[in-house]
């Protein structure tokens, strides 16, 4: 018969469990095991029962006294109880060695067996909703140990986010505009007071939010610039509780938009790898997004692809849907359709048939140059690790230059050329090495009933507190090799329209910023 937890009752009951099995219970044949902190058990009967503790060698026959148990033992038994947990949910995902050394640190802070279980019996609900939201593994549980620890601590982290969410801080909860060296001034400070003599808890969080890291490794806490990184691409995949985009997933263990979309997402990359409709899949999708948050979607897609069997129906849809994707300019961002051109880029990146990479460059060439154009800029960056002396870059400026040689010598007016948009006239002094050459092309062209469209090509566009826009002499001058346009607008005898209104006063106004409102540039 095993009795545990003695020194748990108070004195009375403990006087009278003793007695009993010396008296009522001394049956044949039964053995007791007696489990009790020795030292406890003596205390109470020295100071609280007055008894000699001398009394308990009459009960006790057999003393054995329990080993500590080496740390390392703690942290194996610690360790494999989770990973029963992360089997049991059939959690997959995760980096087996980034576990591995994050259990080593948790649990060589646990002093004993007791302590462990409450732990686990604690995390063992929670983990099965980290599975379903999908975040990272490493990162819950290393959170949920601090809640466990210091729940002080960890409340805290959540209301000092912007000191912990290095990737993606514009969506975090509080966005911190701080220059880079007042920020870092900043959360030195923070870390200094937060982590005084918890070396081990510093430890444990470095592994969590790179900031911390950085601190630790003497580094500039936050870098002066903002790259797309792989690193970036990591935590969006493994959603990292250092991406604000996750951030506060950790904290309420809720579906955020961004685990929402990521769902949404795998739900559509496994119905294409099963063979459903590819257009009735994506239509799905893309109206269960926002057209405001296509932008996301196409990123996130563009991130996944590896996931896709069959890539060439992705660039198919994309390609024939591009003209509906929101190009308004974006503040510090890229807008929908210039996150579609980066996915043309990728899926044409991705490929491995040079033929194949080639003839998904000409589609795009019979269609439209100007997005040709883009996705070659996105080809010839550095984000997949190419230059612009690579053979598919230079494929691919080749047909473009073609094109647009084609027609220079057919005198083409481009203005009513029936593949024009706004910025066309960019194309050819980006590719025309012989500029006056191209300029005394485009200038014999000019008149007055096109010159609504030369007028916005020397427009830029700004974004800030609304849409502003700005005429600008030079690239008048840059362009087409002009002073002005004055009297070819004089010259005008039809009656305009508002938005040739808007860039008829954009133009006298030069090279002023105006909030016009909204300029529709293809009704010119």
């Known amino acids: 018969v095993v009795i545990d937890d003695i020194d748990r009752l108070n004195k009375e009951q403990i006087l009278f469990v003793f007695k009993t099995i010396k008296t009522l219970f001394n049956f044949n044949n039964i053995v007791y095991i007696?489990?009790?902190?020795?030292?406890?058990?003596?205390?109470?009967?020295?100071?609280?029962?007055?008894?000699?503790?001398?009394?308990l060698d009459k009960i006790v026959q057999d003393k054995i006294v329990m080993p500590i148990i080496d740390n390392n033992v703690l942290c194996n038994i610690g360790s494999q109880c989770i990973l029963n947990l992360i089997?049991?949910?059939?959690?997959?995902?995760?980096?087996?060695?980034?576990?591995?050394?994050?259990?080593?640190?948790?649990?060589?802070?646990?002093?004993?067996?007791?302590e462990i279980i409450r732990f686990i019996n604690i995390i063992s609900i929670s983990i099965k909703c980290c599975s379903k939201l999908g975040l990272d593994i490493c990162d819950f549980i290393t959170l949920e140990y601090i809640k466990f620890k210091d729940?002080?601590?960890?409340?805290?982290?959540?209301?000092n986010n912007n000191m912990f969410v290095s990737i993606d801080t514009n969506y975090n909860i509080d966005y911190d505009f701080l220059s880079t060296d007042k920020f870092n001034e900043k959360a030195k400070k923070f870390y200094e007071d937060t982590f005084k003599d918890n070396d081990n808890i510093e430890e444990i969080l470095a592994t969590v939010f790179p900031y911390i890291d950085n601190y630790r490794k003497n580094r500039p806490i936050k870098d002066n610039y903002y790259f797309i990184t792989d690193d970036r691409k990591k935590s969006i995949l493994n959603k990292r509780c250092h991406n604000g985009r996750f951030f506060k997933c950790y904290f309420t263990i809720k579906h955020s938009f961004f685990t929402a979309l990521n769902y949404l997402l795998t739900t559509f990359i496994n119905n294409i790898n099963n063979n459903k409709n590819i257009q009735l899949e994506f239509n799905k999708i893309i109206k269960e997004v926002h057209p405001n948050n296509h932008d996301l979607l196409f990123e996130l897609l563009e991130m996944r692809l590896d996931e896709i069997n069959d890539r060439e129906k992705i660039f198919d849809y994309i390609f024939n849907n591009i003209s509906d994707y929101e190009d308004e300019v974006r503040f510090l961002g890229l807008n929908s359709n210039e996150r579609a051109k980066i996915l043309l880029a990728s899926i044409i990146n991705l490929e491995t048939d040079i033929d194949k990479q080639k003839s998904y460059l000409d589609i795009i060439c019979e269609k439209d140059l100007l997005?040709?154009?883009?996705?070659?800029?996105?080809?010839?960056?550095?984000?997949y690790g190419n230059t612009k002396e690579d053979d598919i870059y230079k494929y691919g400026k080749d047909i473009l230059c073609n094109k647009l040689n084609i027609l220079y010598e057919n005198k083409v007016d481009v203005f009513n050329y029936k593949k024009y948009k706004r910025h066309f006239c960019w194309l050819f002094y980006r590719n025309f090495d012989d500029k006056e050459k191209y300029k005394k092309y485009l200038k014999k062209i000019i008149n007055k009933d096109n010159i609504f469209r030369v007028i916005s090509e020397c427009i830029t566009t700004f974004v800030g507190n609304g849409i502003s826009y700005q005429y600008k002499e030079s690239s008048l001058k840059e362009l087409f090799g002009l002073d002005d346009l004055d009297e070819m607008l004089k010259s005008i005898d039809y009656k305009l329209n508002s938005d040739q209104e808007k860039v008829k006063e954009l133009y006298n106004n030069k090279n002023e910023k105006c909030f016009n409102g909204d300029i529709d540039f293809n009704n010119l």
């Not at 087996?96 to 067996?113: A, G, H, S, T």
């Not at 040709?372 to 960056?381: I, K, N």
């Open 34 to 55: 007696l489990c009790y902190d020795e030292e406890r058990i003596n205390k109470i009967f020295d100071e609280e029962l007055k008894i000699d503790n001398c009394y």
């Open 87 to 114: 089997s049991i949910y059939k959690i997959e995902k995760y980096d087996k060695e980034r576990l591995k050394n994050v259990l080593n640190l948790i649990f060589k802070d646990f002093q004993n067996v007791r």
């Open 151 to 159: 729940l002080k601590l960890y409340n805290y982290i959540y209301k």
């Open 371 to 383: 997005l040709l154009d883009s996705v070659l800029y996105w080809l010839g960056t550095d984000k």
